[in-house]
């Protein structure tokens, strides 16, 4: 079959490798239809390492995708509880859990300790033509839902999460750093949660257009004092909640300066030098209360519901889609973060 094979930074070839074997107990056959490119893939991409994760032979990457089942074998049960069948269309959650240790015991499969992850090495993920797939990491999506749209199941997921950990309540003031796709995600979720306002900073103009149209307040990061634009918004105050879905870098220090006293701060994005920096005072003074996301927990059923209902939009968040032989042209506009890039689909099928 095909894949896209990352070899070291900037270096993804699309060649033939072995194709899968049949499924075992509790899996599926999937073939592949589309795989979006996420700001953690850009990582591996650039750098041939995230956080400290490093790449040492060709990996498979791609964490964000769908397809359609292809074969099951015994007892294969879907993340809903149903029984998997053939010909179904379905989103995947690329972790893999263990289900036993104590983070899994007790809530927490995002912090499994024995988890697998599609596209992180050493495991191979999705920009390829067939996987294996454990059946409870399938969610059946509605047949004819555009697979670019499947693909952001996952970056919805995440958002969704996010916005659980920052508990959002009815009419709170809310800002989220970074306007990418989780950020984008992370407005549209903390406006059904219940958010008065959202202010939304970033620096890519057709982003904050974005996250205008889903009812934030566009703030740019280079034509204004953001703090002091969140600050003055809400007489001095601060916001209630500051989700920080950037690169972590300074928008950490600045999440917590934009935050009420007694407020809450979030931490979604991952930064590219593995370091987190705050000013101790700020943080302490106020008190915050400051959670860091990790992954998402059981929350595709919840995403889904959202989905079927039409109450995101997912649609407006694809910006740019190539064929999987052009792979490695996806991920080099989506690194050089090309005039109007949002989300960059691979398109499998
Ligand atoms: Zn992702
Ligand atoms: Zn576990």
Not at 60 to 66: L, P, Q
Request: aromatic share 4%; charged share 20%; hydrophobic share 40%.
């Amino acid at each position: 079959m095909r894949a896209a094979r990352l070899y070291g930074p900037a270096d993804m070839r699309v060649e033939d490798v072995p194709q899968p074997g049949s499924p075992g107990p509790g899996q599926a056959l999937l073939r592949v239809a589309a795989v979006g490119i996420c700001g953690s893939d850009l990582h591996t991409y650039e750098d041939g390492r995230i956080g400290d994760t490093v790449l040492k032979s060709p990996l498979i990457i791609g964490h964000e995708f769908g397809g359609v089942i292809e074969a099951v074998g015994p007892d294969a049960i879907d993340g809903e509880s149903r029984p998997l069948v053939v010909g179904t269309p379905v989103a995947v959650d690329p972790c893999q859990t263990c289900g036993h240790c104590r983070p899994c015991a007790e809530g927490h499969p995002n912090l499994c300790l024995h988890h697998r992850f599609c596209g992180l090495y050493p495991n191979d993920g999705a920009l390829c033509q067939w996987m294996i797939v454990p059946a409870r990491t399938c969610f059946s999506v509605p047949a004819g839902t555009d697979w670019g749209e499947v693909t952001l199941m996952e970056t919805l997921g995440v958002a969704m999460h996010a916005v659980d950990l920052a508990k959002i309540r009815v009419a709170d003031r809310v800002a989220v750093l970074g306007a990418g796709p989780v950020g984008l995600c992370i407005v549209q979720c903390a406006r059904l949660a219940g958010a008065s306002e959202v202010y939304v900073t970033d620096k890519l103009p057709w982003r904050l257009e974005l996250a205008k149209k889903f009812g934030g307040v566009p703030l740019h990061i280079e034509k204004c004092d953001t703090t002091r634009a969140v600050l003055d918004a809400t007489a001095g105050e601060g916001v209630d909640a500051v989700i920080e879905a950037a690169w972590a870098g300074p928008a950490v220090n600045q999440a917590a300066e934009m935050v009420r006293a007694g407020g809450r701060l979030t931490l979604v994005g991952i930064p590219g030098d593995d370091r987190l920096e705050m000013r101790h005072s700020l943080v302490r003074r106020k008190g915050l209360t400051i959670r860091v996301a990790r992954r998402m927990k059981h929350v595709y059923p919840r995403v889904l519901r959202l989905y079927r209902g039409g109450r995101v939009d997912l649609q407006s968040l694809i910006s740019h889609r190539f064929p999987l032989e052009q792979a490695a042209t996806a991920m080099a506009t989506n690194a050089r973060y090309e005039p109007g890039v949002v989300k960059v689909v691979v398109d499998v099928a």
